[in-house]
């Protein structure tokens, strides 16, 4: 039998290229879709608490109840994945997207903070399952030593959605009108009940449109083939969480994403908050300053990474972006003024890579064991309903939503550790 030739291997690799192209151009669309639904998280905070009347704690509860369900569902979408493939996570993962979203009318329609909280959770569950999914077939869907590069390229549109949801967010979701406590006092029960009806009200037109939008991306994905990755497996053995725990690079990769996602989840979540109180501006201009701010910050970012990533590896890039971020975030805690707002404009640039680049160095090596370390990585994204509690208690406590900043500069100092020496390839 003819061996192949350099130029029919040549030949191959470019019709195997041709063929992830268009599967690759959908899946990157998810990093959008789930981008964009998490960046309207931080317009539902302020809005909510301005609703339904809570403190930083309670309006904390947002990211609790969409943070909880990557914990509880990692698990179940790495087992199906396992046994059905990333299409059929993919596709259950949108139509759990597009439910929540949809349960955002009857919500609103009763005035249940627990409803809201639970259409949330329903939204988180099916990101789990398209997360879990799409992280690692992005990575997967092409040559092995250009998957950092090609997971932040995805990741880049992550961050488009970053820019355009708080913008169009506080555009739709918030009224621009903050009453103090003396005038929902003088207010009639009525007239207060009117106001409170039509602030919940706000959202049911952005997540109908959202859902509809949603459950049709997932017909698309039901009449499209897309390619199975098979990873490699070492002997012909079967994965398992007791082989995924022996690579010391992913249990330090949970770690760090479990603290990241706490951080990214603080900054952002609290960002309205933060700008409204430091520099004195309005819940609008705020959203504004969080779209086109932070957003161009953070999308910018991710472009600027992928191509330092060809000079720089990209746990050092990790590295210096930690530090940076680090001193950023004690910036953000003892300035006043626009400063406060410019610095954690800063911060959103430098996390831009962060989640991409831990996900990836946390894969490597893992063959058989990629969609398990996958699901394990997905589930430290609790990070993001605990942390934020956190910095609720301290912002509550001592009246000051710039004390809790404390809470992701350490944050950044865990991964600042995963840049420099956490993501060496061992097993035990």
Not at 98 to 123: M, Q, V
Not at 322 to 349: D, Q, R, W
Not at 370 to 390: D, E, F, H, N, R
Request: glycine share 10%.
């Amino acid at each position: 039998m003819a061996l192949p030739t350099s130029s029919s291997s040549s030949s191959l690799k470019t019709e195997q290229a041709k063929g992830y192209l268009f599967p690759f151009i959908l899946v990157t669309s998810l990093f959008f879709f789930w981008g964009f639904v998490h960046n309207l998280d931080p317009v539902l905070i302020p809005h909510l608490r301005k609703a339904f009347t809570l403190n930083f704690l309670q309006s904390s509860l947002v990211d609790f109840s969409v943070f909880i369900a990557y914990f509880v569902m990692a698990l179940p979408a790495g087992f199906i994945m396992r046994k059905y493939g990333y299409k059929s996570g993919i596709l259950l993962g949108l139509l759990l997207f597009g439910l929540g979203s949809l349960l955002f009318i009857p919500a609103a329609n009763t005035r249940a903070y627990a409803l809201f909280l639970g259409a949330l959770f329903i939204i988180a569950s099916g990101l789990t399952f398209l997360e879990t999914a799409a992280n690692p077939y992005a990575a997967l869907l092409g040559p092995k030593e250009s998957s950092t590069q090609r997971l932040n390229l995805a990741q880049s549109f992550n961050g488009l959605a970053v820019v355009l949801a708080p913008i169009i967010g506080g555009k739709f979701i918030l009224s621009g009108t903050n009453l103090t406590e003396a005038q929902k006092t003088a207010m009639t029960p009525e007239a207060l009940d009117a106001y409170l009806a039509g602030e919940a009200a706000t959202v049911k037109g952005p997540y109908l449109i959202l859902g509809i939008i949603i459950l049709a991306v997932a017909l698309i994905f039901a009449f499209t083939k897309l390619p199975e990755i098979k990873e490699e497996e070492e002997g012909g053995k079967q994965s398992s969480f007791a082989r995924a725990f022996r690579h010391k690079h992913l249990i330090w990769a949970v770690v760090a994403q479990f603290f990241y996602v706490g951080a990214q989840v603080c900054v952002t979540s609290f960002f309205i908050n933060i700008a409204v109180k430091a520099a004195h501006i309005d819940e609008k201009m705020a959203a504004n300053y969080l779209g086109l701010g932070y957003g161009i910050a953070f999308m910018v970012g991710r472009f600027a990474g992928t191509f330092f990533m060809k000079y720089i590896s990209p746990n050092k890039l990790l590295a210096i972006y930690a530090a940076i971020n680090i001193v950023l975030s004690a910036i953000a805690i003892v300035s006043t003024g626009m400063i406060t707002v410019y610095a954690l404009i800063g911060v959103g640039f430098f996390m831009s890579i962060m989640f991409p680049t831990i996900f990836s160095l946390g894969i490597q090596g893992l063959g058989a064991d990629t969609k398990i370390g996958s699901s394990l990585i997905i589930m430290s994204i609790v990070g993001g309903a605990l942390i934020p509690l956190a910095m609720g208690g301290i912002a509550d406590a001592t009246q000051n939503i710039q004390n809790g900043y404390i809470i992701p500069l350490l944050c950044f100092i865990v991964i600042l550790f995963f840049g420099w020496k956490g993501y060496k390839v061992k097993t035990v």
